[in-house]
């Protein structure tokens, strides 16, 4: 199919459109990695900073506890329960009071430190509310962090505790934490009203800051209940119709982790802004170029389709096709132009093309009378040699075939015939030549299909009378006529060919050259006029054609064209 002029330049302005949506669709996703990256690799840093701090604090309060179980006070107290009176020994337990509110009140989280002695189930604390437990003692998994709800001071609070062995061998310590510490540390993380940074671990609820969006921090801690976690790492979640990208990073101290949700929305607002504006952008400029192509379209494309139209309807014979629309623009002249052309043409056919064909159809009626008057003589003169001879039957048979031939030559009512009919011509004429020569053989192959085909008449008898006077009658063979008719390839062929001496290359050649000049002296006026009235009525791939003969002869093919209405 070929392109119109309106499709190159849709297409055009496609190609235009589509490389430019393409390259800033690429330029987006750049943009948009970019900043995911450096988001990332920020969020990621200051959780890592603030983790470092919160273990850093938390082993400071390790080495505090550590630090006070070393203290000389705590082995006095242990040496003199034995020997030394009471009073003596609740001064001891004092001083080391006092020495453990120093130690707590030197960290920047509010602490407690506490010792249980287990051979006297004593414990020593700056809580007065410690009691020793030696069931959740014992129980109790040595130097590792745990997250209880425990009484302190008197009331029941989050606490992370850890409990550790001493130098003393029946001697334990304990140092707690409140959750308040982390809270306010991660108060001080939210930077913003759309962060929720929050301590995480698996099966715990998870540690918020007081300002923290309870919801939101609930969907994300199932989603991480849901992954596999690493010491570090970071994924994307959908929260309240938002995008979110979440980071987190295990605490070595404590073992919970640190997690923080960042709305990719508020980076990525000022990137969405101009992405839409450049969307927009490119909108309206496929607006405005369908506007174009439908203006190029109506003013352009269209008038010249009707223009086409009339020149397939001139070109087909319809001469009467008239352009009635007005385009109402620089084609009106065109169309003028055409409708004059075309009603000159009409007058011109009219005039002159009408006439011509009178003048042929008189022509070829003439030469079809022509086509083989000398027969008559060769079959009277038959006639008279078998009547001579007193052989009536062969003088009847002649007689009769000769009569049915004349008869179908003669009749003038039609200029064509079936293809059945022009065969029993045929056969009349064969019939005839083989009784006068007496030394040939004849066939005729022809399809059913092919017989209610119409042809014109007097077509196949010059070719097979030319088998017969140059084929047959110069060879001293016993001859043999076959006509022979096949279909195909949108063309009807009847070729007949002969068993005789034929025509050599260059005879054939020059034979076949003179059927398309004009009928001179050499031309055989019988084959020429076959030709030309095959190139008449069908056109196209029509015509006569010689070649030599499968026999070993002479062939001479008849080929035209499958037009409607010639069966």
């Not at 938002?242 to 929305?265: E, F």
């Not at 009784?435 to 209610?452: D, G, K, N, V, Y």
Request: charged fraction near 20%; charge should be neutral; hydrophobic fraction near 40%.
């Amino acid at each position: 199919m070929k392109i119109t002029t309106f499709g190159k330049v849709v297409g055009l302005i496609l190609c235009l459109l589509i490389p430019i949506i393409v390259l800033y669709g690429y330029s987006y996703r750049v943009s948009i990695d970019t900043v995911r990256g450096t988001i990332e690799d920020q969020n990621s840093s200051r959780l890592g900073f603030f983790v470092n701090q919160m273990d850093m604090m938390v082993d400071q309060l390790v080495k505090h506890s550590v630090t006070t179980s070393r203290d000389y006070s705590i082995r006095e107290y242990l040496e003199g329960r034995s020997r030394d009176d009471l009073r003596v020994q609740l001064q001891r337990q004092s001083r080391i009071v006092d020495m453990l509110n120093m130690q707590t009140s030197t960290s920047a989280w509010s602490n407690q430190i506490i010792f249980y002695l287990k051979d006297s189930k004593e414990t020593i604390s700056t809580d007065y509310s410690a009691k020793y437990n030696e069931s959740s003692i014992v129980g109790r998994k040595l130097g590792e962090w745990s997250h209880e709800n425990l009484l302190t001071f008197g009331n029941k609070e989050n606490l992370f505790t850890r409990l550790q062995e001493t130098d003393h061998p029946n001697v334990l310590v304990e140092v707690r934490f409140n959750d308040v510490n982390l809270k306010n540390m991660l108060v001080s993380l939210k930077q913003q009203a759309a962060r929720e940074p929050f301590l995480y671990f698996p099966g715990e609820d998870p540690i918020m800051g007081f300002n923290a969006d309870f919801a939101a921090v609930k969907q994300t801690a199932a989603e991480l209940d849901r992954q596999t976690l690493a010491g570090s790492g970071s994924f994307n979640v959908k929260l309240n119709g938002g995008k979110y990208i979440v980071h987190y990073v295990r605490s070595a101290s404590l073992g919970w982790y640190l997690v923080d949700m960042v709305p990719l929305g508020t980076y990525f607002a000022p990137i969405n802004t101009s992405r839409n504006l450049v969307y927009a952008s490119i909108a309206l400029l496929m607006t405005l170029s369908v506007l174009a192509a439908l203006l190029l379209y109506r003013n352009v494309q269209r008038p010249i389709s009707l223009l086409l139209r009339g020149v397939r309807h001139v070109r087909d014979g319809d001469f009467s096709f008239r352009l009635s629309k007005r385009p109402g623009n620089e084609f009106d002249f065109l169309f003028l132009s055409f409708n004059e052309m075309a009603k000159q043409i009409q007058e011109l056919i009219d005039k002159v093309y009408k006439e011509t064909l009178r003048s042929k159809e008189a022509t070829l009626k003439q030469l079809q009378s022509q086509i083989n008057p000398h027969f008559l003589y060769n079959c009277l003169f038959y006639i008279k040699n078998m009547a001579n001879l007193g052989e009536k039957q062969a003088v009847v048979d002649m007689a009769l075939n000769l009569g049915e031939y004349y008869r179908y030559t003669t009749r003038q009512e039609q200029e064509t015939t079936t293809l059945g009919e022009e065969l029993k011509l045929i056969r009349n004429y064969l019939n005839i030549q083989s009784m006068r020569l007496q030394r040939f053989h004849f066939e005729i192959e022809i399809p059913e299909t092919m017989l209610a085909l119409r042809i014109p008449r007097l077509l196949l008898q010059p070719l097979v009378e030319n088998a017969v006077i140059h084929g047959v009658e110069n060879s001293v063979q016993f001859g043999l006529i076959v006509v022979r008719g096949e279909q195909g390839s949108g063309v009807n062929r009847i070729a007949v060919d002969d068993n005789g001496p034929g025509v050599p290359d260059e005879k054939l050649a020059a034979l076949q050259g003179r059927l398309a000049v004009p009928m001179d002296e050499q031309t055989g006026t019988g084959l020429w006029n076959i030709h030309q009235r095959l190139i008449y009525m069908y056109g196209g791939r029509s015509g006569l054609t010689f070649a030599k003969s499968p026999l070993g002869g002479f062939r001479a093919e008849l080929v035209w064209e499958e037009k409607e209405g010639s069966a």
